[in-house]
């Protein structure tokens, strides 16, 4: 087994960092390109081993900016068939939220590549007819089993698993339920010869069975969406909690920090951070804590090797 290369391609929640429309404390920052604050696009993450192949993991709305900034990520050569090429040969979806989706909607021009999700990502897709521009005979979806390993890059070993969750945004119904365990949001494991690597975007709370999963793990990249759970409120900018929206917050008794101090992982990581979360200021009071618990605050570009 060879090193896994794991490039964060955006660090950012639905909205990025700033957001379009957003005048929060963070985003004012990042408007005036303040140092203390970077830029940071909508959540996704690639994963190689060889450097030349990648699994995409989440297709953000940003990802061809996210592809021209890095390097590893552009076309090769002309490939004798289509004279087209790209490195990303796989895609895969951790849930069905616009942040995480709607890059596909780019990653079309009849280049093949393999879809992973969960049947019920994968249904949200057939749903929404403009997904059809990922043709069939072009784009080959494929449907995973929870917990049951695939090989979407030759010699990677994944699995999803289900996190507490919920359905994407835009298919919330009256009867919604926070937290559900199913097929609607997973994490993903990926085996390296370091040990197991977690990526978890989204994740509405910690149970037994996820501690369990994530203790002695060489590294977790973690939803780091905010770091309290009236955030968006008290921002100004919100009427929902974090736990509403299907996020653990980072602070307080019942938050991530807390939830992981006794997992023993050897690199902690937030990812999928809201722009209104103050641990984006690089010298806030809730940066120094989250960094004096042996966390780390994703950017793009960052590239961790395991
Ligand atoms: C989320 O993570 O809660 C979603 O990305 C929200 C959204 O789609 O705007
Ligand atoms: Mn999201
Ligand atoms: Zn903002």
């Not at 059809?132 to 990677?156: C, M, S």
């Not at 609607?184 to 494991?189: D, F």
């Not at 807390?258 to 979360?277: M, P, S």
């Amino acid at each position: 087994m060879t090193r896994l290369r794991l490039l964060v391609l955006g660090a950012g929640a639905g909205g990025g960092v700033p957001q379009w429309n957003c005048r929060c404390r963070v985003c004012t920052l990042a408007w005036a390109n303040d140092g203390r604050v970077r830029h940071r696009t909508q959540s996704s993450i690639a994963v190689s081993l060889n450097g030349e192949e990648w699994l995409l993991v989440n297709a953000a709305p940003e990802v061809l900016a996210q592809i021209k900034t890095n390097p590893q990520l552009h076309p090769r050569h002309q490939d004798g068939g289509t004279g087209r090429h790209s490195p990303i040969s796989s895609v895969l979806l951790t849930n069905g939220d616009i942040d995480h989706v709607a890059g596909l909607l780019s990653l079309r021009e009849s280049q093949p590549f393999d879809l992973y999700a969960t049947e019920e990502i994968h249904s949200i897709l057939r749903a929404n007819r403009v997904f059809d521009v990922l043709a069939e005979g072009v784009v080959e979806r494929r449907a995973l089993g929870l917990d049951t390993p695939f090989q979407p890059l030759a010699g990677l070993e994944v699995r999803v698993f289900p996190v507490p969750g919920k359905t994407a945004l835009y298919m919330e119904t009256p009867d919604l339920e926070i937290g559900a365990i199913g097929q609607a949001t997973v994490g993903v494991e990926f085996l390296s010869e370091a040990g197991s690597i977690y990526y978890i975007p989204g994740c509405a709370g910690m149970n037994d069975a996820l501690a369990q999963r994530l203790t002695g793990a060489a590294a977790v990249l973690f939803d780091g969406t905010l770091w309290q759970d009236d955030e968006m409120i008290t921002a100004g900018v919100g009427k929902k909690t974090g736990h509403r929206m299907g996020h653990l917050s980072i602070s307080g008794p019942d938050g991530s920090m807390a939830a992981f101090e006794a997992l023993d992982v050897g690199r902690k990581i937030f990812v999928h951070i809201n722009n209104t979360n103050p641990v984006l200021i690089e010298d806030s009071q809730e940066r120094r804590a989250v960094e004096a618990a042996g966390w780390e605050v994703a950017y793009d570009g960052m590239e961790v090797r395991l």
